[in-house]
């Protein structure tokens, strides 16, 4: 069992910047692929970002390319989306979750998800 919870959504400007954070727990969460996802309102889910069990690997969706920054630290069990230059087509709730597939851009292979934190960007 794997506990996620997210912090760091809010209110930017576009072309600011929001760093969001996702704590888990469990002893095993080191174990997890960790990724990203978006829901903008009447939209999908979309993948936005996912980092491998041992950070060697990321990926990125073509709309953050650039833009956007994964990363995570084992000793803190977070794992973090930096975004800058942000766009007012990044408003969404954004979530983070846990996977043991490596299928990074498919929701359907993530066993476990965080709430959520709204991201609005104002034009």
């Known amino acids: 069992q794997v506990l996620l919870v997210e912090s760091g959504g809010g209110l930017a400007q576009a072309g600011g910047s929001l760093a969001l954070s996702c704590t888990g727990s469990?002893?095993?969460?080191?174990?997890?692929?960790m990724g990203w996802f978006r829901q903008a309102p009447g939209k999908e889910r979309e993948f936005v970002a996912a980092?491998?069990?041992?950070?060697?690997?990321?990926h990125y969706a073509d709309s953050v390319k650039g833009r956007f920054t994964i990363s995570r630290d084992m000793s803190k069990n977070t794992v973090n989306l930096q975004m800058n230059s942000l766009k007012p087509e990044d408003t969404a709730v954004y979530y983070c979750?846990?996977?043991?597939?490596?299928?990074?851009?498919?929701?359907?292979?993530?066993?476990?998800w965080g709430q959520g934190t709204q991201v609005t960007v104002s034009s």
């Open positions: 469990g002893r095993t969460f080191s174990n997890y692929n």
């Open positions: 979750a846990a996977a043991t597939s490596s299928t990074y851009y498919q929701a359907v292979a993530y066993a476990y």
């Open positions: 980092m491998s069990w041992d950070a060697g690997t990321t």
